[in-house]
Structures are given as structure tokens and as C-alpha cells.
């Protein structure tokens, strides 16, 4: 898009995000890729870019957020139902500075009070010190349309920023690009997977795994335990041969055996507990 040179020239050295954006029944529409001016406005290009990331405690994160409101060919807006009071008095302080405009379609700003973020579908001017420039869409303007497309529609809901994240420097394009958006997505949703599995857990499953994991260090031990008396009476036998003398009854290493004995060979299936 042509923004007539008010916006700073294209740098690979900027921090590049990726949203990437579903329909409201699931299907992936496409990537949008973000290059922050974080060289221009330093403090809600970072905001936006933990938003983003979602590695800060208290932070927020857009991942999972709706496109909640849009003005039809003007601009379209996401990110609302994000908590993050963490970064608002950040973006407050970063209002205004740069001199950055909504100089066409493809720029993307931060409400001052708020998480939420727009991208201009057009020349909005009206904006211009209402919301804090953050970056531009470098890739994916066609999902741009497509998500304004799925808003017009009454008959479909609102797109959903199905995972987002961190790509670093803008010298990646492309096929790689893409993949490399694919890999972090795939990785996020397994991630999210286990931990709500793990938050589905109840107490007798917790309890369960907490004893086959007990059982299983339990065996280690054991194992080390008989590996090193092992060891340790070779040891034995090459100084009993050596000086004539040989080791009477059990000893030592005969107790520890009879233990290590009684440890493996105890029924691991007793559940009782006291009354």
C-alpha cells in the first residue's frame, strides 16, 4: 500500500509479528505478518509485541481473541476481550510520539486505554491521535479483506486470531515464512492441549500418576542400587582372591540384597489407607 511516504521505510532490523487468523467455524484464512516501528515508538510497539508473544506473567495475550467491531471499509478491530492492565499506562506514555499517521490501508495501532487494535483498511486520518501507530501489515493483505468480508456478513461470525507470536527480523519471506508460522501454531496448540488436559485432571487421576511416576523412580533405584553392589562385590572378590581370604555368611552386600529384594518384590498395588 502506498502511504505516501509518511510511515518509516520497510527494515528488516524491526521486530516482525504474525497473527494468524481463523474463521469463526475453525478454518484457517491466512497469516497477517507486522512489522513494528519499535525504533519510533519503542513502548507500545513493545506492548503490542508481548501481546503478541504472551511470555509476560500478567501480560495477556491475543491468541484466541475475536475481531469484535469494524467501520465497513475503513478499519477493522481485535483484541478487546485481552486482561492486560499491565501495558495500558506503558501505551499511554508512548501516545502520540513519532509522528506516525494511519496513512493507508495495512496500519495497525493500539487503543491508550485498552489492549484492542485496529487495521485501517483505508487512509484514515480520523485516527491520527486517537489510537498509538504500532506497525504496518507487510504480508497477508488479502486476509485482510477476508476478515473484513466475514464481518460485513451477518451470516458468519467474527474471525478469531487462532494463534500469534514473535517471528524477530523481517529477513524471512514466503514459503518459509508460512512454515515457519505452521511449526510455531502446530507447537502452541500442543502445548495448549496438555495444559488443559492437565487442568482436566481430577484428584483420583492426579493421585494415580503421581504413583506410577513414584513407582518408576522407584525402580531406577532400585536398579542403580543393585548395579553398584554388583560392582562393588567384584571389587570384593578381587581383593579376597588376591590376599586369601574369602567373605563369611551374607556380610554386608548379602543385607543390602535381601533388602533390595524385599523393595522390588513388594506389592505395588496396595491402595489402603488409614481410616
Known amino acids: 500500500f502506498d502511504d505516501g511516504g509518511a510511515l518509516p521505510h520497510r527494515s528488516a532490523r524491526r521486530a516482525h509479528t504474525y497473527l494468524s487468523i481463523d474463521s469463526a467455524d475453525g478454518e484457517l484464512i491466512g497469516n497477517l505478518v507486522i512489522e513494528l516501528f519499535d525504533d519510533v515508538v519503542p513502548i507500545a510497539a513493545r506492548a503490542f509485541k508481548l501481546l503478541c508473544s504472551g511470555t509476560e506473567a500478567g501480560g495477556g495475550c491475543y491468541r484466541g481473541t475475536t475481531f469484535h467491531n469494524y467501520r465497513k471499509e475503513m478499519w477493522v478491530e481485535g483484541g478487546d476481550a485481552v486482561r492486560s492492565e499491565k501495558h495500558q499506562e506503558e501505551k499511554r506514555e508512548g501516545a502520540g510520539c513519532g509522528g506516525l499517521s494511519h496513512a493507508s ?23 491520527d491521535g486517537v489510537r498509538v501507530v504500532v506497525g504496518r501489515v507487510i504480508s497477508g493483505h488479502l486476509v485482510m479483506d477476508k476478515i473484513a468480508e466475514d464481518l460485513y456478513d451477518v451470516n458468519k461470525g467474527s474471525p478469531v486470531v487462532g494463534d500469534c507470536g514473535v517471528l524477530g527480523d523481517g529477513g524471512i519471506s514466503g514459503q518459509a515464512l508460512e512454515a515457519i508460522i505452521a511449526t510455531r501454531r502446530a507447537a502452541n496448540a500442543e502445548a495448549a492441549s496438555s495444559s488443559k488436559n492437565l487442568a482436566a485432571e481430577t484428584a483420583q487421576d492426579t493421585k494415580e500418576r503421581l504413583k506410577r511416576e513414584a513407582e518408576e523412580q522407584g525402580e531406577g533405584v532400585t536398579e542403580a542400587l543393585k548395579d553398584g553392589m554388583n560392582q562393588a562385590m567384584k571389587r570384593q572378590k578381587l ?31 496396595d491402595n489402603s489407607e488409614p481410616e
Not at 493500539?110 to 487495521?119: A, D, E, K, L, V
Open 105 to 127: 490501508a495495512g496500519v495497525v495501532s493500539m487503543c491508550t486505554s485498552g489492549p484492542s487494535f485496529t487495521i485501517s483498511l483505508t487512509h484514515m486520518p480520523e485516527l
Open 239 to 269: 581383593v579376597g582372591g588376591s590376599t586369601g581370604k574369602k567373605e563369611q555368611g551374607g556380610g554386608i552386600s548379602g543385607g543390602i540384597f535381601d533388602t533390595l529384594g524385599e523393595i522390588s518384590g513388594s506389592d505395588s498395588s
